[in-house]
């Protein structure tokens, strides 16, 4: 297992990665990352200022990953849990937990005391994993991430 920052080559596999993810659970896909033109290019997207994207490697195939983004809106101190996707034949075995916590360290680097994240109820697994580790819910968004159609929102004091 490598975990790295993103790479231009890696812009094909994480946006498969991220729209069959969402397909699979039966998410929409208008309102989502998957209808979110900068999945196609996520390595110019995380060039942003206090952006950064781990990228999960496993027998040299880019099997997920996970970043942080300053989203447009979000309170001061605060950056956004993003694009954090595995393909299914990894998921369930750690690797999520730990892009999480890398991705929130690099936060903490960063000078972030809040991380503020957006998911569906369907993704179970995720939703557990982010309740395990402290995010508490909201009633309502923060920023503007442009996902309207997400609704679970939830934020962590780092």
């Known amino acids: 297992m490598i ?3 993103i790479q231009p080559s890696d812009n094909i596999a994480l ?3 991220i729209r069959e ?5 039966g998410l929409p896909t208008e309102g989502t990352a998957h209808s979110d033109p900068s999945t ?7 060039k942003c200022e206090k952006s950064y994207y781990w990228v999960l490697e496993i027998d040299q195939e880019v099997v997920g990953g996970c970043g942080i983004y300053p989203t447009n809106g979000l309170p001061n101190g605060c950056c956004e849990l993003v ?4 393909k299914e034949k990894v998921r369930g075995k750690g690797y999520g937990k730990i892009l999480m916590q890398k991705s929130e360290e690099t936060a903490i680097q960063f ?6 994240l ?3 109820p369907d993704m179970k697994a995720a939703i557990a994993l982010y309740e395990k580790y402290a995010y ?9 991430t442009g996902h309207h159609a997400c609704n679970v929102w939830m934020l962590k004091t780092l």
Do not use: H, W
């Open 3 to 5: 975990i790295r920052p």
């Open 15 to 17: 946006a498969k990665i």
């Open 21 to 25: 993810s969402i397909e699979s659970l």
């Open 40 to 46: 196609d290019d996520l390595f110019k997207l995380f």
């Open 83 to 86: 694009r954090f996707f595995l």
């Open 111 to 116: 000078g972030f005391k809040l991380i503020y």
């Open 118 to 120: 957006e998911s569906f």
């Open 136 to 144: 508490q819910y909201l009633s309502n968004s923060l920023g503007n």
